[in-house]
Every structure is written in C-alpha cells, then in structure tokens.
C-alpha cells in the first residue's frame, strides 16, 4: 500500500485549535473557582436566611428602614395614630441628625410600603396627618392639631380642618 501523506495543517486551522483549546481552558477555571466558592457562599446565604427567620414579623418589617438609618419609631407611632383611612405626608428637612443625606430620601418610600393600607399624599395641606423626619412642622403653612413628639426632630402632626 501507498503511504498517504496529509498535507500540512494550515496556520488558520492550527489557530482555531489554540483558541478553541484557550477558552476550553477558561471555562475549566471558572468552573473549578465556582466549584470551590459556591459551598461557602450557600452556608453563608443559609445562616442569614436562619437568621431573619428567627426575628419577630414586626422587626422584619422594618429592616428596610433600619438598613437606611431611618429611626423607625415615627413608622410604628404613625401606624398607630393614623387611621387606615386617613391620609398623611412626609417631609423631611435638616432639624434630624443623620449617618447620610440618603437617609432622608428613604423615609417617604418606606412610609409608603409599611403604613398601607394609608395613603401617601405629596401635599402636606391636602393630608390628615404629617409625620415630619427633621422638617420645621411651624413653617408649612398649615394649621395643626395634636403633635407627637417621637425623638428630637421627629414628629406626628394631625392637621387641623
């Protein structure tokens, strides 16, 4: 029998081999760094998961609140004050010692999700109470009612009709 010679193996085909065996490699890496990471991460996932499990529904509620250094006491007075009927408006100002400006953007929001099923309004006027995180109650405009101090600038107002 003849010998059959292959011809020489081109540049672009040796190439593509290379590159083919480079991302074979990579994703061998990735998978092997997962492999190692991922058992870690999942215990740690599990004890946070154990953890909020084991916390009161209350306090679980309020962690959004507490994650952006907003005092939650005014969230927990205002639901017991306002009625699930009423309306109320936030406003915040700079009379409220705080870790960062962000947290007084977080009080609206928040208040928003934990006082349903009350309504926010955005015109303090137009609401039946005001829960005030460091504003000036007295330079609203507005004629107020009752007023529950809950910590050094946080109040509850009712607005007086």
Not at 19 to 39: N, S
Not at 43 to 66: C, F, H, S, T, Y
Not at 86 to 107: C, D, I, K, L
Not at 136 to 147: I, P
């Amino acid at each position: 029998m003849d010998d059959v010679g292959h011809g020489a193996v081109s540049l672009r085909v040796r190439n593509l081999f290379s590159t083919r065996a480079a991302g074979a490699a990579a994703v061998c890496v990735v998978v092997a760094v997962v492999a190692w990471r991922l058992p870690p991460a999942l215990r740690g996932v599990d004890a946070q998961v154990k953890q909020l499990a084991a916390m009161p529904a209350e306090q679980r509620e309020l962690l959004g609140a507490r994650t952006a250094d907003v005092d939650t006491r005014v969230f927990v007075a205002a639901r017991r004050l306002i009625g699930p009927h009423e309306t109320y408006a936030v406003v915040t100002g700079p009379n409220v010692a705080v870790s960062t400006a962000n947290t007084r953007f977080a009080v609206a929001p928040f208040a928003r999700f934990y006082l349903l099923p009350r309504r926010q309004l955005p015109e303090p006027s137009a609401a039946d109470w005001i829960v005030s995180f460091g504003a000036d109650l007295d330079s609203l405009g507005v004629r107020l009612g009752e007023r529950h101090a809950i910590a050094p600038g946080i109040e509850l107002a009712r607005v007086a009709r």
